[in-house]
Each structure stands twice: as C-alpha cells, then as structure tokens.
C-alpha cells in the first residue's frame, strides 16, 4: 500500500544526493540485516530448528540467545547495532490485500502515530521521527514528527537512501545508529552537525520485518555527559519491532504528501470549568448539570433544584445587577454578560462569568458559567511581575507577553501575538536571535543573550524550553565590553540573586515539576529555597488531624523544634496563624516578632518570614525562612515569597496524593507475589524481589513455584512498564500461568494458552516469561521461554552455564505464537536460578554483560549447604565462602540493593536440588 509522496521538485521534496552512485547502487527494499556473527549452532543434530524469530539453541558458552524486545543487538566495531529478526507480524486491522483507501491510509498513520509516541515516552526521550520510503526508494520521506518544531526539520524532510545520514544509514545496514553527543555526530555524519549545529543525542533503528525494512525510527534526547538514558537503546529497539509488526499486514509503505504531527498533552496548568444551569421561568424550577454542582461546591447530585440554593452561593452585592440582566434576558431575548462572585466552601470567593440567553419559546433562560479564576490569577500574577515575559510556541511564534515585556520590547501585545518576534521587531532580525531559539528547543537546554534595542537599550533574554515551546525572560541589561563584537553577546549566567529574582521562581517551580513524592518535595524545597534566598533556616510543617508536624527542617539548632511538634492549628503561634488567615507574615527583626507573639522562644535568626501553603482553598501546612540579620521586606519580595508558598503548597498537594496512592500500589503488589514459596522435599527454594526506586517503585516483575500433579512448575517474567497498569497486568499473567500449570499442562501449552490470554485481553504492554517443569524425584525438567533471557545452571562442581533454551516471541506480540521446550537435568546439588532483566541491564551495563558478571558471580559464590548446616552458614559474606541458599540470593542481589537509583524492578528465583 502506498500512502503517497510528494514528487521531486515539488514542495517538500528534496533533491537526491548528487554525489549518489547511479540508479545500480541505489538498494531497494533492503532486506533487514541478521547478526553478521551469530553464534554458533549447537552440536546436537537432533535439536529441532528454531521458528522465525526465536532464538537457535546454542553450544555452551556461546553467547545468551536474544529476542527484538528483550536483548541488546551485537555492537559492531562503528558502534552501531545490527537489528535482529523482528518479532511475527501482528493481527492486521484490516484485511491484508484490501485496495488501498482513505480506511488504510488513516489506520497507517494512527499506528505510526501511537508507535512514535510510545517510543519516546518509553526511551525518555524528547521527540522522534518516522522516515518512510519514496515510491521509488531512492529517498526517505519525513512521515510522523513528535516533539520537534517541523520547520527546524525543513532540510531533512527527504533524504536520500545514499545520503551519508543516520536515517539512511539504519535504513541500508538494517543497523542501530546511536549518536550520544555533538562530538559523536560532526566525527561520523559531519551532514547532519552541519545542518542542525545543536548540543543532542540521536538515534536511528531500522523499522524491519522478515520481509524487509519498512522505514526508520528516530528519537532525540538532550545531550549529557551520561549519553542516552539507561535502557534506551533497548527500548528504542523494541519500540521499532512493535512498529513493524503493527505494520507488516499493509505490505509497501510510502509516505504521504505531508508529514503527520503528533500533538503532545498540553501542559499541566490551571484548568478552566464550565458548567450550565437551565431557569425553566414559568415553573420557576432551576436544571444544573455536574460541572457546575463542583463549581458551586455541592455534591454531585445534591442541587434541589431551587433558584434560591443556587442565589445563596452567590455574593450578595452582585445580585441586583444579575437579576437585573436575568429579568432583560428573559423579556426581550437579549443576551447578557455579568461577573459575579461565588463563595468558596473553604472561605473567600472567586470570580465566575456568566453568560446566559434565552431560549425555545422564551420559556427558558439558560447560562453557561464559566470558572476560570486560576488561570486569571495565574496571569495576573506574571502581569504584576517586573520582569518582562513572554511566551513562544514550538514554532517560534509569540503566544504571550506581559506588560512589562510590551515596555521592555517596545511593541504592543496586538502587534506580537502570533508572529515571530524576528519579523516584527527590526532589531532582532539578525539570523542569529532565531538560532537561539533553535538551539533551545533543539537541545532543550536554557539559554541567554544580548540584544539592543536602538537606540542604545540592551536587554537580556532567558529562554526557556520544553516540548510545547518556550518561555522567556526579558530585563534591562549593561552594554558589554565589545557591543561590536562578530559574536552574539551572551547574557550574564543565571546566578543567585536577592530576593525575589524572578530566576528562582522558575527554578523552584522547574524542579517541583520533577518532584513526586512528599520527601521529594521537601528536599526540593531545601535545596533552592535557602540558597537562594539567603536564609539561614527553614522549617515544613503539614497540617494534619487538626496539628502541625514537622516534615523537614534545615538549619536550626538541635532540639529548637521540638517543642513546637503537634501544636494544634489554634495555637497562637505565627506558624499556625498564618495558615488559618491565609496571609503571610513578616518580622523584619526580632523586636517585630516580640511584640507580635510575646515569649515566643527565640534562635539566632533576626527576621523570618512565615509563609502559607495553601493549594485550591485547602490549607496544607506553613513554611518559615529565618535570615541571620534583620532584614526589609520590600513588596517585590512579599509577592515572590507568596507565589513561591503556593507553588510548594501545590506540590505538596500532589505529592501526599502520590504518596497514598503509591501505598495502595506497594500493597497491590506485594499481595500480587507469592507469600510464601511451597515447601518440597528434596528441594529447596529461595526468592528475592526488588521493587525499582524511580516512579511508583512498582513494575510488573514476578516469581512463582506451583505444586503440580506431575512435579514443580518454576515461573518468572517481567511484564514491560513501572505503574499500576503493569503491576495489575503482572497479576493477571500470574494467575493464568498458576491456573494452567496448576491443571497439568505440558510447558509449552501454557505459555500458548497465556500468550492468547495476552492478546486477547490487549492492555497494551508485553511481556516476558521463562517456565520450567522440574521432577523433584530425578531432576529431569522441561523449559519454554518467550522473549526472556535464559536461566543459569550452577553444577555441583561450581561449573556455571546459560540454559539452552530455544525461545519464542514476547507474549502478547503474535496470537499464532509458538514456543519449543527443551529438556534439561538439574543434578543433585544443582542450583538452578531465574531472574528478570533488571538484575543484569544497568544505565551502564549491557545485557549479556550483566548476564556474565551474574553466571560469574554464581560460579564463584561457594558451597551451597542445607540451611542450618554448619556454624556459619552464609560465611562471611566473600567470595568463596560457603553460604545458604536464602544467603546466595542475598549476595547475589546485594549490589542492586546497594543502588540508589534502580530504574527497573528485580526478580529472583533459586532452586537447589538437595
């Protein structure tokens, strides 16, 4: 099927590369490229070939058998990756073969769509690209863009499949193209440095099936030290074998006439409510719809239907007016327009719009009522900043200025919004100025310079970006010390300021964004606030049961608040005062504090400043800042401290419900895994699990040991994802597993019968499992494997090996999925032992390293003896020493557990044969 492309000359269309080769040397449908080493074939000539897409089995240490979604692919001596076979097509949308129409063509770009947003949401990165062929195949089209402006991308958008560029390169070599840094890209492809000169890293995979590469998938990242994120490369993998296989039913692809852009979610912020209430006038009866029952502050469905309910919300200064507009309305049908004000439940009020006219027969009055008093306030609150601000979108045209950046440009708001700043303001026309918007959106790092406004005005502009746009800061600036220099002056660097400097607002706010849990609020908060700020101390109480607790504290003496723990919230205390009134406090010395709150026992601080945390009228807790020396509280400073309380107060808010709701799923998962682990004679049995420590800290890794009635079934997997959504999957897949292994079937049926269970239930994920069926009595055993990496044989000898396994594809890829079972012996005082890919992949270690260093590890642990055997049984924790078998897992997860930063969660289960 072809989707269409524009012809060459055409818009959009880009020459071919006039240093190509001739039309010989131009491949076509470039067949994906097999590992150009692949391991070598196992002596037994009765094993059985492996089915497209699974692993061969493997003479003994040869390397780990691989799968597209779970194995990292050879690394070649360039640093670029063979692609290996992908996984088996998935079940078409439409029928294959069908003539190509609009339904075909809109079901390609959706999947194109999906599949390029979850591979940059998977790998962490910040946008991506789809290159698809040219009906000819000469050329690569521009097919599906996510988080990149199009316009930056303007002379990439068709690239030849000779081209020396990294589409075209993971295109004809079938190859993973990773670029981690600036220096890496001009050394390699000097074409692609030349024509995007930003600070990223890149990388491209082939989008290949067995019968050939489709196209080319594409992900940016900011440029680090650290290279790409941990697990990227992976994940950039599997996200281009997902692709191919949604794709593999509609044959040819060619791309459209223009590339799709996929929208991301806009921007959390202030949400604007609308809600409507129909007056039926004759029967003086009043219909509320759900929205505005919450605006109102009622519960959803408690509206009685009574116009004086709904008056008595209202300020009553703003009645008369309203009645007034009502009664017109309703005589004459003219519509009206009146602010009122609603009384919040938790004191105070807000401003809503109403809009109201009547309608049918002239019976009925209805109104629309519109909320909007977070987002004005919002506004307002940058409206009164002295900093000029201004906002661009990912396009670069302005979408919003402030007063003071009108004044500071010397333009109206009317004459900007819209535009390019470069095209309406002459003195920022220099190519130079648009290119540091490039380069910040490009490389999604801040950055600053020097402009001047004729006739001698220089300003320093921040921008600000991130996949939406970017934000901008603009302030009065001094001349530098060569203004004629060729060279675009910078901007001094952001630097800690005094109070109130609009730069820690946004620096305060940027890192609560990060910011999920309560502790991590709070570290937050001590790392920005009391540098800079220049505070000495400061002191985080949440409100909670009707008491103040301390939740973090830095600076003050040992013991200085201890006495000040539980104070109920009507003690006459600044802290607590200041949240029951909601307004913030100001001592500028110490004298001030006396005579407010005489005998309040005092530190060496001389002024504080105790601020409210308040988020959407609910009190959440205080805040206090202590400086050394007595200090003026100028406005400014009163206004930032302000917003800076109501940030941190939001982020609490979000953060205690982050806590409780990751309770909930800390307690879904322990009670997902087993209990206890079945108690068998001659057999023995341990298992560890660590939950990652990124996000929710929980995944969908699991273990399981079923008693069965011809023996033991021992499980493990790893369902892809860290949230609620894979842990419920986890359970699922668990529970399938134990039904059918529990009910007698042979391996390789249950993972069939749980891969269809996968496929039909569709959550969205896949994932991993690895199954053996050992017979205690003589330790004959049956092993199937889909998508997971292969266990390890200890021998009694200490002699450790990779489990030749054959495999078959990740579960829930392909419904007609199959998986082969190989024979294993365990010997007795054999340890057998299965784990999860988060025990042997690190940011900085590969798989099949990982999987190494485990047999290594495993091999050199020392004697396994029975539990209670010997006066030492798990030694002394060194190499070689002898040890239990709950004392070899502990060794063998302990460096995981030592990790502070574990990005995937880790399952372990060992078998010993006694």
């Known amino acids: 099927m072809r989707l269409g492309v524009p012809a060459d000359g055409e818009p959009g269309a880009a020459a071919v590369d006039p240093d190509a080769p001739g039309p010989v040397d131009v491949p076509t449908r470039p067949p994906a490229t097999a590992d ?21 089995p493997r003479a003994p240490g040869a390397d780990p058998p691989q799968t597209p979604d779970t194995a990292p692919l050879p690394a070649q001596e360039d640093g670029t990756e063979t692609a290996g076979a992908p996984p088996p097509p998935a ?64 002379a990439f958008r068709r690239i030849a499949v000779v081209a020396p560029l990294p589409p075209a390169e993971a295109y004809r070599s079938g190859r993973t193209i990773v670029l981690a840094d600036p220096d890496e890209t001009m050394r390699r492809f000097p074409r692609l440095a030349v024509g995007l000169p930003y600070a990223f890293s890149f990388a491209a995979a082939p989008i290949a099936t067995r019968d050939g590469t489709l196209g080319v998938l594409c992900v940016l990242w900011p440029s680090t030290e650290a290279g790409l994120p941990g697990g990227a490369r992976r994940q950039l993998r599997s996200s281009a074998n997902r692709i191919a296989a949604s794709l593999a039913p509609y044959g040819e692809l060619a791309a459209a006439d223009e590339p799709t852009v996929v929208q991301l979610p806009p921007p959390s912020g202030p949400a604007t409510r609308v809600g409507i209430f129909d007056w039926d006038i004759p029967g003086r009866a009043i219909a509320v719809d759900r929205e505005l029952e919450a605006i109102l502050g009622l519960a959803p469905g408690s509206f009685d239907g009574r116009l004086a309910t709904l008056v008595e919300r209202l300020s009553p200064e703003d009645m008369p007016l309203l009645r007034e507009a009502a009664r017109r309305a309703a005589a004459d049908g003219r519509p009206f327009d009146r602010q009122v004000r609603v009384r919040d439940p938790r004191g105070g009020h807000r401003t809503l719009d109403l809009r109201g006219r009547r309608v049918a027969d002239g019976t009925h009055l209805v109104v629309v009522v519109l909320d909007d008093s977070a987002g004005s306030a919002a506004v307002a609150a940058v409206e009164r900043l002295r900093d000029g601000v201004f906002a661009l979108d990912a396009e670069g045209m302005v979408v919003y200025v402030n007063r003071t950046a009108e004044m500071f440009l010397h333009a109206r708001r009317d004459e900007l919004l819209g535009r390019h700043p470069w095209d309406v303001l002459p003195w920022l026309g220099d190519p130079a100025y648009e290119d540091r918007y490039r380069a910040a959106m490009l490389s999604r790092r801040p950055t600053a310079f020097l402009a001047c406004r004729p006739p001698d005005h220089w300003l320093a502009f921040s921008l600000y970006p991130d996949a939406h746009g970017v934000t901008g800061r603009v302030v009065a600036a001094a001349e530098p010390a060569d203004p004629h220099s060729a060279v675009l002056p910078e901007a001094p660097p952001a630097a800690p300021a005094s109070l109130g400097a609009t730069y820690h607002l946004l620096q305060l706010a940027s890192a609560l964004t990060e910011a999920v849990s309560v502790q991590e609020v709070c570290n937050t908060v001590l790392e920005q606030i009391l540098p800079g700020y220049g505070g000495q101390e400061l002191a985080l109480y949440l409100a909670r049961d009707g008491r103040m607790h301390l939740v973090s504290q830095s600076g003050y003496p040992e013991g200085f608040l201890d006495r000040f723990e539980a104070t109920p919230l009507g003690a006459r205390l600044p802290g607590t005062e200041t949240l029951i009134a909601g307004t913030p406090l100001f001592f500028q010395s110490s004298r001030e504090l006396l005579d407010a709150y005489p005998g309040i026992p005092q530190d060496e601080m001389r002024a ?12 959440v807790g205080s805040l206090i800042l202590g400086f050394e020396q007595p200090r003026t509280f100028t406005p400014e400073d009163r206004i930032q401290l302000t917003a800076l309380g109501g940030l941190i107060a939001q982020a609490l808010e979000r953060a205690r419900l982050y806590d409780a709701e990751f309770e909930l799923a800390r307690g879904l998962q322990q009670a997902l895994l087993p209990h206890r682990l079945p108690a068998v004679p001659g057999i023995a049995i341990a298992a560890r699990y660590l939950p990652g420590t990124r996000g929710m800290e929980i995944g969908g890794d699991w273990y399981d040991v079923i008693t069965t009635p011809h023996g033991l079934c021992l499980v493990i997997g790893d369902v892809e994802g860290h949230n609620v959504g894979a842990a419920a999957t986890m359970g699922q897949l668990r529970s399938a597993v134990r039904a059918f292994a529990s009910g007698g079937s042979p391996p390789a049926e249950v993972l069939v019968r749980t891969n269809h269970l996968m496929v039909d239930l569709d959550p969205g994920l896949l994932a991993s499992c690895c199954l053996i069926h050992l017979d205690p009595s003589d330790g004959r055993a049956h092993g199937v494997r889909a998508g997971h990496p292969p266990p390890l044989l200890r ?22 999925s199959h998986y082969p079972t190989t024979r294993l012996h365990l010997p007795v005082g054999s340890v057998l032992a299965l784990y999860t890919d988060g025990l042997v992949e690190t940011p900085s270690t590969a798989i099949d390293q990982g999987i190494d260093e485990l047999r290594s590890s495993l091999a050199h642990a020392g004697p396994v003896v029975p539990a209670g055997h010997g006066t030492a049984p798990d030694g002394d924790g060194s190499p070689g020493s002898a040890c239990t078998l709950d004392g070899l897992a502990d060794r063998l997860v302990g460096r995981a557990r030592r990790t502070v930063q574990r990005p995937d969660d880790i399952a372990l289960l060992l078998v010993r044969r006694e």
């Open 36 to 56: 150009p080493d692949p391991p070598p074939a196992a002596p037994d000539t009765a094993t059985v070939r492996s089915a497209p897409g699974t692993a061969a």
């Open 91 to 154: 079940e078409p949308i439409a029928p294959p073969g069908a003539p190509p129409g609009a339904a075909h063509r809109d079901a390609v770009v959706k999947l194109l769509a999906e599949g390029l947003g979850r591979a940059v949401a998977l790998t962490s990165g910040y946008g991506g690209l789809v290159y698809l062929p040219s009906p000819d195949h000469r050329s690569l089209v521009l097919s599906t863009v996510v988080g990149v402006p199009l316009p930056l991308l303007s």
């Open 608 to 619: 504080w400043a105790f601020l409210p945390l308040i988020a959407s009228g609910h009190p």
């Open 795 to 816: 021998r009694p000898d200490g002699r450790t090996d990779l489990v030749d396994l054959e495999g078959g594809p990740l579960l829930g890829v392909d419904r007609s």
